[in-house]
């Protein structure tokens, strides 16, 4: 996902702690491999200056998400400025339907081929940035729709919040953070979507959630408990009972995709009313669905789809 981007930033460790002058990398022994510096650990804080990388190897590990080489400790590459920045930015500018729709497109790229820590570090910058806090606030006081086309993002936001992922989060942001997700579902309830497609959208949003939560070993109790209300809405709501309907419904979902979360939200396919509702008599053929999310930076996602 990033190796069209790795070329573009400069990957910098968060200390500012400069190289003790030697020219050779302890991990490549080469000597032209640019500015040597410590690695950011994730949880190890007695760190010795000798577990450092030059420029070259850094954004190779950032690339292929690589551990310390000499303790096995996460590596924090909190400062990907360039794929932050550009999410942020979306988020302020989006405005069309399918473009807030991939703004969990974009995040699941990302989930799913960082760690567990980056993962966090990038939550608490989005929940903590002045102009996003501001934009969303603006949206959750005027009950905007652009939350519930956006809401996968939001709600994966506040599922980490809630489960007590993210515990350092000052009350107030921690609250529009709920706000925020809650905002998202509801509009979506008052209006059933306003269109199947929509409904379809909401409930692939959802699970693209949880299947990135699973990806990166998160808790998931909190976005299931989401995704569940969400497919009864749209199991019980107006566009279950005519088939072209329901056709429409399923024109937006993957069925590989939501059988993958039948087990952890509904107890299994047999219990899925979305499975039962839109897919009849296909469930338990997902495994074979054309385009089901093969290609090789999405392999950790596929293994949470497949598990």
């Known amino acids: ?6 070329s573009s930033i400069a990957v910098t460790s968060m200390s500012e702690e400069e190289s003790d002058g030697e020219d050779e990398c302890p991990l490549c022994l080469g000597t032209s491999g640019g500015e040597i510096l410590p690695l950011e650990h994730a949880h190890n804080t007695k760190v010795t200056m000798e577990h450092k990388a030059c420029e070259q190897c850094r954004r190779q590990m950032l690339e292929y998400g690589h551990r310390c080489p000499w303790c096995r400790d996460e590596v924090v590459w909190r400062m990907i400025w360039g794929y932050l920045d550009n999410l942020k930015k979306n988020v302020s500018e989006a405005s069309k339907p399918d473009d807030l729709a991939d703004l969990m497109a974009q995040w699941s790229e990302f989930e799913v081929t960082r760690t567990k820590s980056d993962v966090k570090a990038f939550v608490r910058d989005m929940l903590t940035d002045v102009n996003i806090s501001m ?8 009950q905007k729709s652009w939350l519930r086309d956006s809401a996968g993002l939001w709600c994966r936001f506040w599922g980490m919040v809630n489960d007590g992922e993210l515990p350092d989060l000052s009350a107030d942001e921690a609250c529009l953070s709920e706000r925020a997700a809650e905002v998202a579902l509801s509009v979506f309830m008052n209006s059933g979507g306003g269109a199947p497609e929509h409904a379809g959208a909401m409930y692939s949003q959802l699970c693209a959630a949880l299947l990135c939560a699973k990806a990166s070993s998160s808790s998931t109790t909190t976005i299931c408990e989401m995704t569940k209300c969400v497919g009864e809405a749209i199991a019980c709501g107006p566009y279950s009972k005519r088939r072209g309907n329901q056709l429409k419904v399923r024109d937006r979902l993957i069925q590989q995709v939501v059988e993958a979360c039948s087990d952890e939200v509904w107890g299994g396919v047999d219990q899925d009313p979305i499975l ?10 997902a495994r074979n669905a054309p385009g089901a999310l093969a290609t090789p930076r999405r392999r950790k996602l596929d293994q949470c789809i497949a598990s």
């Open 1 to 6: 996902f990033f190796s069209s981007n790795i």
């Open 276 to 285: 039962q509702t839109f897919f009849k008599g296909a469930a338990g053929n």
């Open 135 to 142: 934009h969303l606030r603006q949206a959750v006081e005027g």
